[in-house]
């Protein structure tokens, strides 16, 4: 039975960063992915354009994932503007004010996702395995057993393989079943709705603008892509979105305008549009004994506030770092000490920021009166309270700064 010192289920954007992070040290890391080799090593676009903070750019720069970037594809956030309903007033952010040269930066999800297996593939200390899922996980005082079946063809008959290793992390989305087998309950919520994303050129220039529209029966974020081209997520009830993903390109498009209010232009999709059920879900810890969850398996955020992949890059890069001290000490590096100082660690970042994206999406997609009314004064407070909008720019300066900070439950471009 081969012997590691680290397992990572799952080859996604957080399992893979992780992975990356244990470049030049001794510890043998092996990566377990249920996805064939084509689509980890060459991913296709997803439609997701991840709205990137300091914080993860400043990790991704240590991990030289930002680097690698095409520059072609990083569209940097200057200004964002939040409206409500159907009233003209809008909540304004300048990255100007707040000292920084972008509020975030957009990037392709798959570019990015390319960036980091990139940077992994050829490490020496680290194994990729895919076509294999991972099927049952058990660990003991001293190690942790992980047995996998390997993808075959309906004419093979697959057998269970065994791997150990002193610690083993899922990576294996927000629905995952080794997080459920190691005892660790969670927190899901599912909204009953669905976002669909999609790029779209205009006429008129974005202006560096990210707009957050909380409209009554739907929200739209228009967010700001190289040259006249924006990404486009819309939230709605499922039954809304499967009538607006059906709908011709043509009424597409016409109907984003039109909800718009013609900001852009005229506005035409570019490719195809991609719908995701919105469900999310907190983990009440982040361990077990030898065991670990990152990336969604730990958080899995409603997209709203844009920061699941940042908190699973935060995540990764406490409980590396603590591993990585660990080793060199010559330390157990998947002792309770070190699981509990990550736990608690991240669960100060992620717990704010998910019960409040989560409140947000209550409030901001309630219609009765009172609820109009509350979204109504909360913009016009957040506009006008001195103290709020400095607490929102030394939010986005200290994403500089630390590891760990706490974050508002705030948009994404205000982090
Ligand atoms: C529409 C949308 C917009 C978003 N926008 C943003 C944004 O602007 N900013 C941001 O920070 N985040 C954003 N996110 C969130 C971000 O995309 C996710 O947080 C991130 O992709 C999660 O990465 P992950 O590696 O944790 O999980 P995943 O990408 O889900 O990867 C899990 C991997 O585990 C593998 N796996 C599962 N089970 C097994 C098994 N049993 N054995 C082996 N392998 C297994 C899967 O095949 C998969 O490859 C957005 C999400 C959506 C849907």
């Not at 294996?172 to 899901?188: E, L, V, Y």
């Not at 900001?263 to 810890?285: E, F």
């Amino acid at each position: 039975m081969k012997n590691y010192d680290i397992i990572i289920i799952g080859a996604g954007p957080a399992g893979l960063s992780f992975a990356r992070s244990f470049k030049d040290t001794k510890l043998q890391v092996l990566v377990l992915e249920k996805s064939p080799l084509e689509k980890i090593a060459k991913p296709a676009p997803d439609g997701r354009e991840i709205a990137l903070t300091h914080l993860s750019l400043k990790i991704m720069t240590e991990q030289k994932t930002w680097q690698a970037l095409p520059q072609e594809v990083i569209s940097p956030i200057q200004y964002a503007s939040v409206v409500n309903g159907d009233s003209p007033y809008s909540l304004n952010f300048d990255h100007k004010k707040a000292k920084v040269d972008a509020l975030g930066y957009l990037v392709p999800n798959y570019q990015i996702r390319q960036a980091i297996y990139n940077e992994v593939v050829d490490l020496d200390n680290i194994e990729i395995l895919t076509d294999v899922t991972v099927e049952d996980v058990n660990t003991d005082a001293e190690t942790a057993f992980v047995s996998y079946m390997k993808s075959t063809d309906a004419n093979t008959i697959s057998t269970a393989e065994m791997v150990t290793a002193q610690l083993v992390v899922a990576a294996d989305s927000r629905f995952s079943a080794t997080r459920r087998k190691m005892g660790i309950p969670c927190q899901m919520r599912d909204f009953s709705r669905t976002a669909i994303v999609c790029r779209m050129q205009h006429e008129l220039p974005h202006k560096e603008t990210a707009y957050e529209c909380f409209y009554y029966g739907r929200t739209m974020a228009i967010l700001p892509m190289n040259n006249r081209v924006s990404s486009v997520v819309i939230t709605m009830s499922s039954s809304a979105a499967n009538t607006l993903m059906n709908m011709s390109d043509e009424s597409f498009n016409r109907d984003i305008e039109h909800h718009f209010q013609n900001r852009l232009g005229k506005m035409t999709l570019l490719d195809k549009r991609y719908s995701y059920p919105l469900i999310a879900i907190h983990a009440d810890r982040f361990y077990a004994n030898r065991f670990a969850v990152i990336g969604d398996a730990s958080v899995g955020m409603h997209p709203v506030t844009a920061h699941g992949f940042n908190l699973g890059l935060q995540g990764q890069h406490i409980l590396a770092t603590a591993i990585k001290d660990a080793a060199t000490r010559g330390k157990d590096i998947a002792s309770q000490r070190i699981l509990k100082h990550y736990n608690f660690l991240h669960q100060q970042n992620t717990r704010p920021l998910y019960h409040g994206t989560n409140g947000i999406v209550t409030l901001f997609t309630s219609e009765t009166l009172p609820a109009k009314l509350a979204r109504k004064a909360m913009l016009h407070l957040a506009n006008n309270a001195f103290p709020l909008k400095k607490l929102i720019s030394n939010k986005l300066t200290e994403a500089n700064q630390g590891v760990n900070l706490p974050k508002l439950p705030l948009p994404f471009f205000i982090r």
